[in-house]
T-cell receptor
Framework: QKEVEQNSGPLSVPEGAIASLNCTYSDRGSQSFFWYRQYSGKSPELIMFIYSNGDKEDGRFTAQLNKASQYVSLLIRDSQPSDSATYLCAVNWPSGYSTLTFGKGTMLLVSP | DTEVTQTPKHLVMGMTNKKSLKCEQHMGHRAMYWYKQKAKKPPELMFVYSYEKLSINESVPSRFSPECPNSSLLNLHLHALQPEDSALYLC?????????????FGPGTRLTVL
């Protein structure tokens, strides 16, 4: 059973705070993990990907992966109102092809 | 330039119509995908094309028929759809179809079936 779990939120944070978004997945053999941002009425936009255990930083975003715990997270530092969106965690299962399974997404609201 | 384009942006069709959705990418990617996204739900994979060959069909009804005329184009032919097929249809592409390839999405076609 391919399952990707996210808290649906909304997660509300004040401007300038750190937003922490979490995701768990069911298949221990999964190898690649992606975070997409989706504004209402728009398509998903890739913001981070991570393949190895540990942290990966890109600007204000940090992705964290713990394969033993089957857990991946996204930290957004210095949150801005423009970060308000739904954040989708996506996982590739250990098959021959890239077949992303998405979590239901966490809505983030950043208040000025 | 990570751009995937989709036409049309909006489509309204009756249950007896035949229509097609089009997707194009100029990034030299060799894998292309169709997803379906219902309101307030995550995208669901429908098809995977790798090197212009259909590699994955996620048990999609035959009223949806994909076609990959060349490495830059991906079509989705629609026939005898049902109202429950109304959704945002997303095309994506990636450099390859392996597990460590990032997928980039187009803006989508919002389909309404009457």
């Amino acid at each position: 059973q391919k399952e990707v779990e996210q808290n649906s939120g909304p997660l509300s944070v004040p401007e300038g705070a750190i937003a922490s978004l979490n995701c768990t997945y069911s298949d221990r053999g999964s190898q690649s993990f992606f975070w997409y941002r989706q504004y209402s009425g728009k398509s998903p936009e890739l913001i981070m990907f991570i393949y190895s255990n540990g942290d990966k930083e890109d600007g204000r975003f940090t992705a964290q992966l713990n394969k033993a715990s089957q857990y991946v997270s996204l930290l957004i530092r210095d949150s801005q109102p423009s970060d308000s969106a739904t954040y989708l965690c996506a996982v590739n299962w250990p098959s021959g092809y890239s077949t992303l399974t998405f979590g239901k997404g966490t809505m983030l609201l950043v208040s000025p | 330039d990570t751009e995937v384009t989709q036409t049309p942006k909006h489509l309204v069709m009756g249950m007896t119509n035949k229509k097609s959705l089009k997707c194009e990418q100029h990034m030299g990617h060799r894998a292309m995908y169709w997803y379906k996204q219902k309101a307030k739900k995550p995208p669901e994979l429908m098809f995977v094309y790798s090197y212009e060959k259909l590699s994955i069909n996620e048990s999609v009804p035959s009223r949806f028929s994909p076609e990959c005329p060349n490495s830059s184009l991906l079509n989705l032919h629609l026939h005898a759809l049902q109202p429950e097929d109304s959704a945002l249809y997303l095309c994506a592409s990636s450099q390859g179809a392996g597990l460590r390839n990032e997928q980039f999405f187009g803006p989508g076609t919002r389909l309404t079936v009457l």
